[in-house]
Structures are given as C-alpha cells and as structure tokens.
Nanobody, 114 residues
Framework: QMQFGESGGGLVQPGGPLSSPCASS????????MGWYRQAPGKPGELVAS???????KYGGSVKGRFTITRHNAKNTMYLQMNSLKPEDTAVYLC????????WGQGTQVTVSA
C-alpha cells in the first residue's frame, strides 16, 4: 500500500516561512509527477504545486511566487517551501501523485495566524 509521510507543519505568523517534507516509497517516486495539495475547512481540495521527475514545476495561482516545490528522488522525498504565508494558506497540506493515484496520508496542519 502506497503511503506518504508529511511533516513540518505548525503555527506561523503572517509573512513567515515554513518548510514541509513529504517522504514516500521508491515506487511512488518512480511515478512521473508528484503534487502538494491542501484542504481547508469548508473549501474544496486544491492542488498547490506539482513537480515532474525531471524537475518541471507548476503552481496554483494563489501560491505562485511564494511557494517552491522540490524533490530529491534518491531520498524519495518531496519538499514544499512556503514563504510570505497568509491566513488564507491555513489548511491541511497533503502530498500524492498527480493525478492522485495513491491513498492519502495524514497530512500536516499549517496554521497562519497572528
């Protein structure tokens, strides 16, 4: 069963940074494209960013210029660097393939508040 281990979330003040890693298995990272998603209460799930195995990246409009997605294939780990965080970025952040093919992990809670 494919699984993900997200971490690095927490409480941060508006304008602050946060970095979240997503660890998974080799079989996951053999799939071409990986993505970071987020789910906020009362809102539909959103693809935040995605990255292909060759490094090509795509970002959602609300995070472009503030978030950076990277991956380390040898470590089977993907990262999301979040800068200039806003209260509207508050959500549970989860990783999966893109499009989603695997079971979801627990995610990591990111709360942006003064």
């Amino acid at each position: 069963q494919m699984q993900f281990g997200e971490s690095g979330g927490g409480l941060v003040q508006p304008g602050g940074p946060l970095s979240s890693p997503c660890a998974s298995s080799k079989i996951i990272f053999s799939i071409n494209e990986m993505g970071w998603y987020r789910q906020a209460p009362g809102k539909p799930g959103e693809l935040v960013a995605s990255i292909e195995s060759g490094g090509r990246k795509k970002y959602g409009g609300s995070v472009k210029g503030r978030f950076t997605i990277t991956r380390h294939n040898a470590k089977n780990t993907m990262y999301l660097q979040m800068n200039s965080l806003k209260p509207e970025d508050t959500a549970v952040y989860l990783c999966n393939t893109h499009p989603t093919l695997a079971s979801w992990g627990q995610g990591t809670q990111v709360t942006v508040s003064a």
